[in-house]
């Protein structure tokens, strides 16, 4: 075990081991692979502490769902903060899991929309929290674009989302958002690769982003200024995690009977009945329960509700690996390999300490 003191690691056998100060480790991968635990066991390490950035696990309440997980030994109440933010929607704090603090869970209710603009105003001061008191940040999730905007910045960050235009634009055939999209600003399409342009949700984006910088009280407003965390990319140290595509199903499989099993229906009865609907809440776009909206309304059979959220899981978990994949920055290690697992805790362990 590392135990820090200062500028300095102690571990058994070795003396006066000095670290880099401000680091960063990141743990990524796709849903359902072990990040959590396999973080947490890190954490105990070298002094570590967890910060969540999974984009729907910052809501209140929806804990089975969106894969908390906690162990049944966590302190189950957020701790308070010195992190003070500017927006009183935000409630920053952290949970204590087996003893390791894991920040940015239940920051808004399921009727605030969170956004990445919203993410990266919670999760630098929370990492200066963290580098203040001499402990390592673990950014730890699967939400590849939150991370890439908070490590990377991201230019049209202050264009706030026009939920009147998305839904005006939802009806639209890919074509027509294509067409419009050109109009508009044909340059970022001409930019875009071919995924992104036959991507409805990105190219509605486009054209919100497009239609705001054209408009006077964008120009105005508009901070089109890439915000990008303040720390050297060589203390930046990003791990993947990976299971072959055949394992990781199954272990989907299983948590999906898992969470039915720990009470997911119950849990969004009562989200229902403190107001939060598939209508007026981050329900219906939320993987686990917007599956459920048509069961809800007598539309749909169990059996059929589980094998089509199962395969929305699955679905993401390849989407999310081909997205981490395009990050060259990322060092990928099998962890249902046991010398693959020694091999990255090696790698983690060399990196965070430096010998004078």
Same mark, same amino acid.
């Given at each position: 075990?590392?135990?820090? #003191? ?36 890190l ?31 966590? *302190? ?8 003070v ?15 390791i603090?894991? %920040? ?25 929290n963290? %580098? ?15 991370l #890439? ?33 050109? /109009? ?15 991507n ?13 910088? /054209? ?6 407003? %508009? ?10 990319? /060589? ?15 199954k ?10 099993k ?6 969004? *009865?009562?989200?229902? #009945? ?33 094998m ?9 978990? #390849? ?12 060092? %990928? ?22 010998r004078?």
């Open positions: 075990m590392a135990c820090r #003191r200062g500028n300095y690691v102690v571990i058994a056998g070795e003396e006066k081991i000095k670290i880099k100060m401000k680091q960063l480790l990141v743990i990524c991968g796709p849903t359902a692979v072990g990040k959590t635990s396999l973080a947490l066991s954490a105990k390490n070298i002094n570590g502490e967890l910060v969540n950035v999974d984009a729907r696990q910052v809501y209140r309440g929806m804990d089975i769902g969106t894969g908390k997980d906690r162990p049944a030994n966590s *302190k189950h109440e957020i701790r308070n903060s010195k992190v933010l500017k927006d009183d929607n935000f409630r920053i704090g952290y949970y204590l899991f087996d003893n603090p894991i %920040w940015l869970l239940d920051i808004v209710d399921p009727n605030y929309r969170f956004t990445v603009a919203d993410y990266l105003q919670c999760a630098p001061p929370v990492l200066d963290i %580098w203040q008191r001499n402990r390592l940040p673990i950014i730890v999730g699967g939400s590849g674009f939150y #890439r905007a908070l490590l990377e910045g991201i230019g049209t960050i202050g264009v706030k989302p026009d939920w009147a235009l998305r839904k005006k634009l939802a009806c639209q055939t890919v074509i027509d958002l294509q067409t419009m999209l050109k /109009k508009q600003d044909e340059l970022h399409y001409n930019r875009m690769n071919h995924s992104d342009k036959n409805p949700r990105r190219l509605i984006r486009a054209i919100e982003i497009a239609h705001k910088i /054209k408009s006077k009280t964008a120009k105005n407003g %508009w901070q089109g200024i890439e915000k990008e965390l303040k720390i050297d990319k /060589k203390n930046i140290l990003m791990i993947g995690l990976k299971r072959p595509m055949s394992v990781l199903d272990r989907i499989k299983k948590r999906v009977r898992m969470r039915l720990m009470g997911l229906l119950t849990e969004i *009865k009562r989200l229902r #009945r403190e107001g939060y609907g598939f209508s007026n809440s981050i329900l219906s776009e939320t993987m686990a329960y917007k599956e459920w909206q048509e069961y809800f309304n007598g539309d749909e059979k169990k059996g059929d509700v589980i089509f959220w199962q395969r929305n899981e699955c679905q993401l978990a #390849r989407r999310q690996m081909t997205w981490f994949k395009k990050n060259r920055k990322i060092k %990928w290690f099998n962890i249902g390999v046991a010398d693959e697992v020694k091999k990255m805790e090696k790698t983690v362990l060399s990196w965070y300490i430096k004078e």
